[in-house]
């Protein structure tokens, strides 16, 4: 029913005057962005993330096909064995004539590294100069190794190499955006019409593209995946955009199959489990939980899906090889082998089928999370656990999670980048997601920021990682795969890990 509310408001706002702006008279490409799930993170990705990136310049951007390209900065030059980062922006301006300077830049991200700043990938640039300084507001703002030598150049100091500042510094979240209310765009969009329920997107005049491109005009809105979903087989809806696990069998129909669109990422669909209290403060009941879990007939018969894989630790199975082996040392045995120990486990902690327990699982709304945990619990029963469903809304189902108000909790995650910290921050004494910490670990990774040869920093985190996978407050399950749904006659799409998909290329060819 939400999705026919959307599409009242979406046909007159798709009849007013949509070649106005845009150097095209041609009818505007709707696109539905799945709203939040309450299963990752808030500001990672989604419908305003995705406005963001259309509205504002970065740094850096990501191409159609995922790559990291020139965006306000024209190029950049990575001196000092890749602990100095320079950048030359290209002539910009914003609508009222300003000029975009290094200044404001500098400005943005000095805003943005601030404490009690909600930049959601601030955590994952700490590498930066006095970042952590700065951001614990032990230092000025000032302090931060970020400066602007020239009104077109912009110098970033980092404490020791960082390869993934460029992917970050594309992120949405690090836009370049005026404080003014509201901010005056200075990406490829301006917003021409704003309701509660749907925006129009229309060509930003000041935008200035090294190939000036014709754009197509945007209506933009969110829905929850069956409401997107259904709204695409009622030919309402041009794309959607943002599916994850959350209704990915029932996208694959064959009247669907023209139109999806599936892609890998690096991320981690699991269960975090509280360890601070209830029967999962054991840590035999959490190892034999994880042990018991048949995550290949999962991945093979139950999703089928090419691109997703089988996760044993707390790390994405789809991060670079060399982490491989993050992995607790039961994951290679046989499944009866582990399934005889995971026995022996809960016997030993008092649990059997003739002395069961009952765990509490937090789940959002969506009957694939409820499929999955039914493939689980299976399982689970036949040694004695037995599982209680509570289903919630996005914004309920995080609550619960902030709270503690579970024994296992659906977490769906996935990275900016190719970022491993992503997955083992929660899991800090300083984070301590469900009551978990670990002080060895932690003492791993903190060596490991502090590390400036790759190989040595790399072997730390993978230490860090086996720790925490040996302890369990993650039941980790798979690598999510990506849906979307785009119709035929739209082109500029092209599938790619970092799920990046720009706008300004998409285009009607029919």
């Known amino acids: 029913m939400r999705f026919l509310i959307f599409l009242l408001i979406l046909v007159p706002l798709a009849a007013c005057g949509m070649g106005e702006g845009t150097g095209t008279g041609e009818a505007p490409i709707s696109i539905l962005i799945i709203a939040d799930e309450g299963t990752g993170d808030a500001g ?27 965006s306000l900065a024209v190029s950049w030059r990575v001196l000092d064995e890749g602990r100095t980062y320079i950048f030359k922006l290209r002539d910009a301006a914003w609508p009222d004539g300003r000029r975009i300077t290094a200044g404001d830049v500098v400005a943005v991200l000095r805003r943005g590294m601030a404490p009690g700043s909600d930049v959601p ?37 980092l404490d020791r190499p960082y390869p993934a500042l460029l992917s970050l510094l594309a992120h949405p979240s690090l836009a370049i955006v005026r404080a003014d209310t509201p901010p005056p765009p200075s990406g490829p969009y301006m917003v021409a019409d704003d309701t509660p329920a749907a925006k129009r997107l229309v060509r930003n005049t000041a935008f200035v593209a090294e190939e000036d491109m014709p754009l197509s005009p945007l209506i933009l809105a969110k829905a929850m995946p069956d409401d997107a979903i259904a709204a695409f087989e009622a030919g309402e809806v041009d794309i959607v955009l943002g599916g994850r696990t959350d209704g990915i069998r029932r996208v694959r129909t064959d009247a669907l199959s023209a ?17 601070a209290r209830g029967p999962l403060a054991d840590v035999r009941i959490r190892r034999a939980l994880a042990m018991t879990v048949a995550r290949e007939q999962l991945v093979q018969s139950y999703f089928a899906l090419v691109g997703m894989q089988a996760a044993y630790g707390p790390l994405a199975p789809t991060l670079p090889e060399t982490y491989a082996g993050a992995v607790p040392d039961w994951a290679v045995w046989p499944a009866d082998v582990r399934a005889a120990e995971a026995q022996r486990l809960l016997l030993e902690a008092g649990v059997s089928p003739d002395t069961p327990i009952t765990l509490d699982v937090a789940l959002p709304r969506g009957a694939i999370h409820e499929g999955v945990l039914a493939q689980l619990a299976d399982g689970w029963r036949d040694f004695g656990i037995h599982v209680r469903a509570y289903k919630r809304s996005a914004a309920m189902h995080r609550r619960a999670v902030e709270s503690g108000d579970y024994d296992l909790a659906v977490s769906e995650r996935i990275a900016p980048g190719q970022i491993p910290r992503f997955f083992l921050r929660p899991f800090t004494c300083d ?27 790399i072997n730390l985190v993978r230490r860090a990682a086996r720790l925490i996978a040996e302890d369990a407050p993650i039941i980790p399950l798979f690598s999510p795969v990506r849906w979307a749904l785009v119709r035929p006659g739209i082109s500029g799409w092209e599938q790619n890990a970092a799920g990046a998909h720009p706008p300004q290329y998409l285009k009607r060819v029919n």
């Open 259 to 275: 139109s999806l669109r599936l892609e890998p990422s690096v991320g981690l669909y699991g269960y975090v489990a509280h360890v």
């Open 431 to 457: 984070m301590g997601a469900g009551g978990y910490c670990n002080r060895d670990a932690d003492r791993l990774l903190d060596a490991a920021a502090d590390e400036v040869d790759n190989g040595t920093r």
């Open 44 to 70: 990672m990705e989604g419908h305003d993330t995705f406005l963001l990136g259309a509205t504002h310049l970065g740094l850096t951007t990501r191409a159609p096909d995922g790559r990291i390209v020139p």
């Open 121 to 157: 990938v601030k955590p994952y640039l700490m590498d930066i100069a006095e970042a952590e300084a700065v951001s614990g507001n032990r230092k000025p703002a000032r302090m931060l190794g970020i400066a602007d030598p020239r009104p077109d150049v912009v110098e970033i100091s």
